[in-house]
């Protein structure tokens, strides 16, 4: 299976921060990558699919970038709804495999 | 577009079976290949395994390879996910998804519980 690891686990930031978070595989993905916002109790919710591309409805204070084996999604200035945690997902196996999360909280 | 209900809250002892649904609507419901991912309390997202019901293709992940059953009714548009041998590290919050390669939509989830 192809491992994925986020950094960093955790992260407290302010509105209207700029943050970083990474992902990486253990093997190349190309840009198979996506990226889920998840909020206590709820489903997750897709952010940026094929590395780089919005989901329908994403503003575009998010964007996506990465390919082969390093991926990252920028936010460029948080808003009170982004905190959440945010997982990746590589589908380039036909098995699925999901980074351990990153939580980004409120400082 | 298409939406995804799941079945309700489950209980159950360790060793036991638990089937949970979940009914696509919308969109171009008969044509979607379903994921499902579970969430164990306070970790991440595993991938469990995945249907394609128009081709009856199923694909399971190796460690739930003989105790995960995957299976649709197409006449519904409800797919069924049915773990077996259940242990106490299987209670988490199971989730249907789309599977476009990425998933969306989402089910609601269905928390299962496995207690003596």
């Known amino acids: ?107 | 577009q298409v939406q995804l209900v799941q079945s309700g809250a489950e209980v159950k002892k360790p060793g036991s079976s638990v089937k949970v649904s979940c009914k696509a609507s919308g969109g171009t419901s008969t044509s979607l290949t379903v994921s499902w991912v579970r969430q164990a309390p306070g970790h991440g997202l595993e991938w469990l395994g995945r249907i394609v019901p128009f081709l009856n293709i199923i694909t399971y992940a190796e460690k739930f390879e003989g105790r995960l059953t995957l299976t649709a009714d197409k006449s519904t548009t409800t797919v069924y996910m049915d773990l077996s041998s259940l242990r106490s590290d299987d209670t988490a919050v199971y989730y249907c998804a789309g599977d476009v390669n990425w998933f969306d939509p989402w089910g609601q989830g269905t928390r299962v519980t496995v207690s003596s």
């Open chain 1, 1 to 107: 299976d192809i491992h994925m690891t986020q950094s960093p686990s955790s992260l407290s930031a302010s509105v209207g921060d700029r943050v970083t978070l990474t992902c990486r595989a253990s093997q190349d993905i190309r840009n198979s990558l996506a990226w889920y916002q998840q909020k206590p109790g709820k489903a997750p919710k897709v952010v940026v699919y094929a590395a780089s591309r919005l989901a329908s409805g994403v503003p575009s204070r998010f964007n996506g970038s990465g390919s082969g084996t390093d991926h990252t999604l920028t936010i460029s200035s948080l808003q009170t709804e982004d905190f959440a945690t945010y997982y990746c997902q590589q589908y380039y196996s036909t098995l699925i495999t999901f980074g351990q999360g990153t939580r980004l909280e409120i400082k």
